[in-house]
């Protein structure tokens, strides 16, 4: 009994110095601790983190009724908007375009080829989208922080470069009774066989009481300058579902 005891405290013994030896190494296999989970927030949530006080706020509970606009329209269930259609030349939209670095779906609305160049055709366009801008089932959005991340990828990722910049309108207002930000401008550049040389164009992102915002992007270019009506006509026709 008396070996016994002494074996089962050098046993003790051995077991503790080889524990401190194996944690306390720099090779200790259980010391590296899993990391914490990356921002899985989508890209404008990140960049656009909802304000305390929110201008758009109030009027995602309460927004106001516009009056009704009459006539055909563009009704985007998924977006949650509907807006103005036109008639010929403008045709309906059928495609799935994620356009620029924030990859915007835009899968509703109408367009129509302005012309067909060395780099494909060229469009004057009325396209709706949905983008995640708020965390989780949060629905207060940084409007203005949103609408210009969006304005600037349109202006980086849907144009050549380089291109100058005429601001028209850029700033918070209300469409069809819901808080929006609408950014209007003129862009001047050149492409290789392209007729164009400038685009009158419009983005408005509209909170719409969900976690993705409405976006409405909108786009006449120079050589069909007799439909530059459409970017106003267009965004006051703008009615939430």
Request: glycine share 10%; with cysteine; net charge negative.
């Amino acid at each position: 009994m008396i070996f016994g005891g002494v074996a089962g405290v050098i046993l003790a013994g051995g077991l503790i110095v080889l524990l401190v030896l194996l944690f306390g190494s720099e090779d200790n296999p259980f010391g590296d601790r899993a990391s914490g989970p990356t921002d899985v927030r989508p890209p404008l949530a990140q960049a656009c983190p909802a304000p305390s006080a929110s201008p758009s706020g109030p009027a995602t509970s309460a927004p106001a009724s516009p009056p009704a606009d009459t006539g055909a329209r563009t009704v985007d269930e998924e977006v949650g908007i509907s807006y103005r259609r036109y008639g010929a030349p403008w045709i309906t939209w059928n495609e799935v375009w994620r356009a620029g670095t924030l990859r915007v779906p835009y899968r509703v609305g109408q367009h129509f080829v302005t012309e067909t160049y060395s780099g494909g055709e060229y469009h004057a366009s009325i396209l709706s989208a949905a983008v995640p801008a708020a965390d989780n089932d949060a629905v207060s959005l940084d409007l203005e922080c949103v609408g210009r991340q969006i304005t600037a990828d349109v202006r980086a990722n849907y144009y050549p470069q380089p291109n100058t910049l005429e601001p028209i309108r850029d700033g918070v207002t209300t469409l069809g009774g819901r808080p929006a930000y609408v950014s209007e401008f003129r862009l001047r550049f050149t492409a290789d066989g392209l007729t164009a040389t400038s685009e009158l164009s419009a983005v408005a992102v509209i909170d719409v009481g969900r976690p993705a915002a409405a976006v409405l992007y909108v786009s006449i270019p120079g050589t069909h300058r007799q439909f530059d009506y459409v970017i106003e006509d267009v965004l006051k026709s703008v009615r939430a579902l």
